[in-house]
């Protein structure tokens, strides 16, 4: 099972970026799948869930209505956009298998850096 992150980098607030998470070694389009954060000090924090079809996404209140969560299941790829980012959403985002509504999921990515400067 492998799951690799792409597309962090460094913004300016009110800026975007896409998240990217391309998934290998198993089946992909049949589990549900979730992001989560960890910013410098801080615990992991859920950020979105989606489930395997796609129909049903989820969103931590403080990403709600700036970050939008989807899927290809052709592609076996995770995405995250982030609209409207703020310093607050600075931290590594990792993909993970599973739990749609907690940090649970399982295994998780090597993480990506989103950095958001004032």
């Known amino acids: 099972v492998q799951l690799v992150e792409f597309g962090g980098g460094m913004v300016q607030t009110g800026g975007s970026l896409r998240l990217s998470c391309t998934a290998s070694?198993?089946?992909?389009?049949?589990?549900?799948m979730s992001w989560v954060r960890q910013a410098p000090g801080k615990g992991p924090e859920w950020v979105s869930g989606i489930n395997a079809g796609g129909e049903g996404t989820y969103y931590a209140d403080s990403v709600k209505g700036r970050f939008t969560i989807s899927r290809d299941n052709v592609k076996n790829t995770l995405y995250l956009q982030m609209n409207s980012l703020t310093p607050a959403d600075t931290a590594l985002y990792y993909c993970a298998r599973g739990s749609l509504r907690s940090t649970g999921g399982f295994p998780r990515g090597q993480g990506t850096q989103v950095t958001v400067s004032s």
């Open positions: 070694g198993f089946a992909f389009r049949i589990y549900d």
